[in-house]
């Protein structure tokens, strides 16, 4: 048996498809606005030395990576749902679902960053008179970030991918579309495989600027010098 | 100035060090030294609180360290603090190192912080490295900028903890230089320290530490000349 490709429905697809792509890439940046917000508080909590603080952030960190996403987008979307009697709009569940759950994995990146940073750094802005707030947020922080740069790439691109699970609430980014463009005529092979290469090449374009940015942070280190 | 009563400082079970006493005066050069392991650093990190003391008490300028009401970032602003290792900000250059406590924790205006930072740097001989990152200075320059940094605080007592120890050799007598201009303008210094040439030059007094003690305590000629205990003459022995 043999399989004749027939590309005419991509085709006439594409725009649906790009604009689905569009919608997967506004996923991606709200997500990871929040999961980065989320997970410099939570990172910050863990490790405040305010016990309650610490374990409430804690418990917020094994939930998020314990369970499965699918699992969180269900429990997010419906939960609100048949709590509070209406339904949200599933782009705003699917935005807070992987926000969400971003932001634990974030916290664990910070968490890292922070450590690496030599102690002798807090000590120093201590030994100024600098609260732990103002040590962490002037000394620690920034540079603990630019040690975090590669791995919060990687979640990034991490997140981009599993933006695809909340098609299941229904929100029409790209593999929703593509699921219901072969719902209407079955090219499964021809749909899908376009939808895989569009992924790979957001994925390839952030992992590409991520790059960039890491051997700027490393040579440049500090912005724009002379040498 | 600062006067030390009954100072111990545990580490879990690890007694470092056991009931140090002593009282040092304005303007004063005390120049600490000892065997590794003896406290002298533990010592110097409880004077500004980056070790929590066990017991005993430490006052600093009639404010008592131990008082759980003192602002412990107040004291910190009273005693500038210079480390083996330099611990400048990787991320910001000389003079921004030497702002930022100025800018975030007195509130200074930023032109005016910039106004004192060229003052210090020009203080400490690197007028024309404002601009320099750290990785871009030598171990010298950067131990400089580190003292700069303290003293735009203002402090009225210095701690330097080994600050020649991780230099090269031909570094080591810059950073002494700047070191003697302070005790010169009569900045209060305790200095953990074995370069004996800048103990006796400046040194008001030596402490000999051992076991987590002030074993020994005189002026340098007395310390160096005719120390009087056998373990600080061993010491001697082995270092001069």
Redesign the interface.
Same mark, same amino acid.
């Given at each position: 048996m043999s399989y004749t490709f027939q590309w005419y429905l991509v085709q006439n697809n594409m725009p649906k498809l790009l604009a689905a792509a569009l919608v997967t890439l506004e996923l991606t940046a709200l997500a990871i606005a929040i999961g980065v917000v989320l997970g410099l508080l939570v990172s910050l909590a863990r490790m405040s030395g305010v016990k309650p603080l610490a374990w409430v952030a804690s418990a917020y960190v094994d939930f998020f990576r314990g369970t499965p996403l699918l699992v969180q987008i269900f429990l997010i979307h419906y939960g609100v749902s048949s709590f509070f009697g209406y339904t949200p709009v599933p782009f705003i569940s699917a935005v807070a679902a992987l926000g969400i759950n971003s932001g634990a994995y974030v916290a664990e990146i910070f968490r890292g960053g922070i450590q690496a940073v030599?102690r @002798? &750094?807090m000590?120093?802005?201590?030994?100024? @008179?600098?609260?732990w707030g &103002?040590s962490m947020r002037?000394?620690v922080i920034? &540079?603990a970030f630019?040690i975090s740069v590669p791995a919060l790439g990687n979640e990034v691109i991490a997140l981009l991918k599993d933006t695809s699970l909340v098609a299941v609430i229904s929100v029409v980014e790209l593999m929703n579309q593509g699921r219901l463009i072969v719902g209407r005529t079955p090219r499964y092979l021809e749909v899908y495989l376009t939808i895989a290469i569009l992924y790979f090449v957001m994925t390839k374009s952030i992992a590409f600027l991520v790059g960039r940015l890491e051997r700027r942070l490393k040579t440049g280190?500090?912005g724009n010098?002379p040498? | 100035m600062i006067t030390v009563t009954d100072l111990y400082k545990n580490f879990g079970r690890l007694a470092v060090l056991r009931g140090v006493s002593c009282h040092i005066k304005e303007g004063e050069v005390v120049v600490v030294i000892g065997p590794s392991g003896s406290g002298k650093s533990t010592f110097l990190r409880c004077l500004n609180h980056l070790e929590t003391i066990t017991s005993g008490e430490i006052v600093i300028d009639g404010i008592r360290l131990t008082d759980r009401e003192t602002d412990i970032n107040k004291i910190r602003r009273e005693v500038g603090m210079v480390f083996q290792r330099f611990n400048l900000f990787p991320h910001k250059t000389a003079l921004g190192n030497i702002t930022l406590a100025p800018v975030t924790v007195k509130g200074m205006p930023l032109s005016e912080a910039e106004k004192l930072g060229r003052r210090l740097l020009a203080k400490v001989g690197l007028a024309e490295k404002a601009d320099a990152y750290p990785d871009q200075l030598s171990g010298g320059q950067q131990q400089r900028v580190a003292i700069a940094r303290a003293l735009a605080m203002e402090p009225r007592v210095m701690l330097f903890d080994e600050p020649t120890s991780a230099l090269d050799p031909e570094m080591v007598g810059e950073v002494l230089a700047v070191m003697k201009d302070l005790a010169r303008e009569g900045m209060t210094m305790v200095v953990v320290s074995h370069e004996m040439g800048f103990a006796r030059e400046v040194g008001d007094r030596v402490f000999f530490m051992d076991e987590g003690c002030i074993v020994e305590e005189g002026t340098p000629a007395e310390i160096f000349g005719n120390p009087r205990h056998e373990r600080t003459k061993a010491f001697l022995s082995k270092i001069l």
């Open positions: 030599d @002798g &750094q000590e120093a802005a201590r030994s100024l @008179g600098m609260s &103002q002037h000394v920034p &540079q630019r280190d500090h010098r040498l | -």
